[in-house]
């Protein structure tokens, strides 16, 4: 490698990136997301790719084709090179989901040391899901309004009382430790979130699917849409294209594929395929994808 | 390596560990551990740590010996070949503490499958904890017992009347995920919590010590000394007499203390060494280690 | 949760797993895998995944459709709740992939502490395979054994001097961490490799796979034919269906293929969809699963 | 948190950093460190430590204090939010060291894409290390230069034949993959290598150390002196003096000091609390520190 021709002075710098340092991303009703720094871009993945090929390959490839390319492969490692770091305001209940990614480097708000905030996240009456009937983790429609402003308004009393008891034992002097407790779930907390891109990209794939919960996702749709199409527009491209809106085939979804595409009826020949029901109806609803 | 000298063809078995299998360690007013499952123990330890000796120096240390010497010098790759896995239930304000030990594999109960679980950790009047004056994120004595008591009624109110919402909203249809949102920090969870030695020791070392919140200090506490020393009990003395019951000494700490061997007065020297008021009295405080 | 239903006061054993322990399986012309401990099975991972479900779905569901429904759908973490712990013995240059892998636990034989293993992997005057043309990083085909016969004479020559070379260094009280810098990168090495089930159909998901090198290759392929299928049988089924014999289809993919079904011409409709001719060419060969 | 107070709209730069980016490093005879890209330095890990703290206590704290604080306690979290990518040209000797240090990220030059780098670390002949008698591991003194100047000139003549060979096989067509295989392990690679600066300074705190081999050390000290004491000064000060200079004393060494410092025959006490002779020799040579 002819490091002399490789190797910038200067850091990377995103133009798309910089605009959007210390602009306030507003989610649910009361959590934001920033970006607060960040390291590399679409150019750092490019570079780090090509420690492997030496000098010799360097002109052939060009860099969406090379970034498309890794993708596909699953040649994660040239991802890691490049870095985010935000600041979250997220409520406690879907920081728990938030923080079950373990490869990212985190610095929560501490109510040990400080007073915890005070904003907890608000139902609108309009706005209280349904039981998915289908789906044991899921929702689906919601309630009727009237109803709806019912929960709203308990909703507010039970925030309100909370926190009162929460200042009351403030008041009389027990440890913030202790006393935030029985704080709801909805609290806000905040906290720096530092990520590489290949874990950021596992995190998006599992947080802006259809299946994650709402406000965790409303929060990756940000991240993503926002804020890594801005720093990595190339790489996030293909991240939707290859991961979030790809489709998985089994041995047997193969298998099950190629005899729809014989002619055979797809309930016939998914009923002598597959054993299990479920994953039957699983595998006629991907079918859906390939029809009209 | 003579391999056919190194391999038993059974699981190593540790008899102190079997008895205690499935057997309830109660924690807080409705917490619980279990010791689910174990792989190895001290001598998984020797085993792994010989594969670097190779056969000429493996009858030279002796199994103690060298665990203490693993300990003392940070060679802890081969404390990473233990590995324990345990059922918890606890406060989900204790495992929002728990969960940011990265390095552990877990799976904790789901309030978006199923219902959440019907208990909240209780405060007993004698407990409300005021305050520390001296440590910003502690807590230091407690509540006069009939403040406690009122303290303590209302808790208990709020308890309740969290729940009712609760199932409330379920009564209504609203969805598990959303439901759930108001439930206060103190609600009992549950988790299968499983972490290799070496980690558990780093959890240990930090969740033990007396900085730590009395909650998660007594779960620790549960599993250093009535599991761990079951599991590994040489390595568990190492553990603590080089980690936990240790003191690190700075640059600056051993310069002190060398000018205090010589004879010089302790409060003199330290304004001497130390420029920054807060050093200066943890090196006091350390000092009074080596006195009576 | 109902806990006393749940816990066994034994650990979960596996006879097919438990008939491996000890066993040699050899690969390569002088390495080998051994498992040497393991814990948990399919059974573990059916009990991690319950603790999401509470008493009400307890019986629902059985035990292989639930493992195959959280392979399908991601649901990885219950599979990190059993750990396998191998003893390998590989060429340097095989470990030097292997260690990539970053979520294992690992004791490598020290040639610090001890003389290097006598033995370098030798190549049979028939298997040196000739660089392929169409992958950069892959190889295709052999070497004529006349030629193969004057490359293995030499490369015996070269693993003897190296050797003499290494123990004249010693002779002459040279350190070991010095004297073997020049150890052909073919030289055995030794390791404790302890991994859980999650990570380790990740190794496998890349190191079965046709495009993984050789060597490598074989050993996993022993790792997961021979061992794992031992371990968690149900669980390595479902990951060779979903997992290593599945097919991902990018949002194009499934475009070209909709479009496939309704008789468009492959070549016509590919280059359409595909401006990039690598894409394209990857779709065609894709398209082939589903044709006779 | 007044969170309008906490944002720059700018990325935190530090001067000094910037000055020595792509600037190359010497190492042993053909290696190389460039810091690559940096992300933050001191002043971010003070903003992610004050998100603990909330909008009172911000002033309170001056920015060194606090840093020293942070490293005293062991509150390493804020130090991950520092990253730093370097570039590396090493011996695959010293890499297979590098490489075990996990929580790194890593991209390597590829031997199976790339014809392998032709260059290897050759031993000047006054630089023959010979082997420690009292440390299995380690190297003490020299060998004389005249038989120096012998495995010298050896050394030369197996790095050439194992080059000729390796671009033999090639000539032959063989591949690349495969060609490497009897490389020397002092064969020079190349890989980016990007890190937090909590898990550098654990790397620093092991491969600065005397114990480490001198290889690594001279690469782990460039980066240390020369390139982390320019992206985070506080903080890497802070290191040396808690981390790197400092010592562990155990329960036992606390005993010892403590009889020592009244006064007791060193050599009796130890005898009378160690067992293990090893560990009452190391005691013995920690207290010299102590004393002038």
Redesign the interface.
Known sequence: ?E?SQ???????TIPEA?KI????FKCLDDG?V?L?????GDQ?IV???R????T??KKIQEDE?LI??LM?H?HT??L??V?L?F?IRT???CW?QW??H??A??????T????A?DS??K?PEDE?????TIN?????GF?EES?GKE?SK??EE??K??RN?YE???A???????A????????YT???W?I?LHNLFHFLG?RMEPHA?KEIREYATIIGEDIVSKVAPIAYRAF???GL??????????LG??R??KGEDPQKLAEEIFN?K??RD?FLIKLT????
Chains 1, 2, 3, 4 share one sequence.
Do not use: C
């Open positions: 490698m490091d490789i190797y910038q002075t200067k850091r990377i910089e340092l210390g602009q306030k934001f920033y607060v720094d960040y390291m590399g750092s570079q780090a790719a420690v492997s090929y030496g010799g390959t084709g498309r390319y596909r699953r490692t040239p890691e090179m870095e770091k600041h409520p406690m209940d728990r923080i079950r373990r490869t480097n985190v610095n929560e708000y501490s040990r040391y400080s007073v905030i907890a996240q139902t209280w899901r349904m039981q998915s044991k983790q899921g929702s689906s309630l109803k929960l308990k909703e039970l925030h009382l909370s008891l009351e034992r403030l009389n002097g027990i440890a913030r430790e202790q935030r407790k029985d704080l709801p779930l909805s609290t905040e906290a720096y530092k590489d599992l919960q939707k294209e290859y809106n790809s489709t998985r085939l089994s041995e047997l979804d193969i594929l190629k729809y595409i299990n479920r994953e699983e994808k390939f029809k009209d």
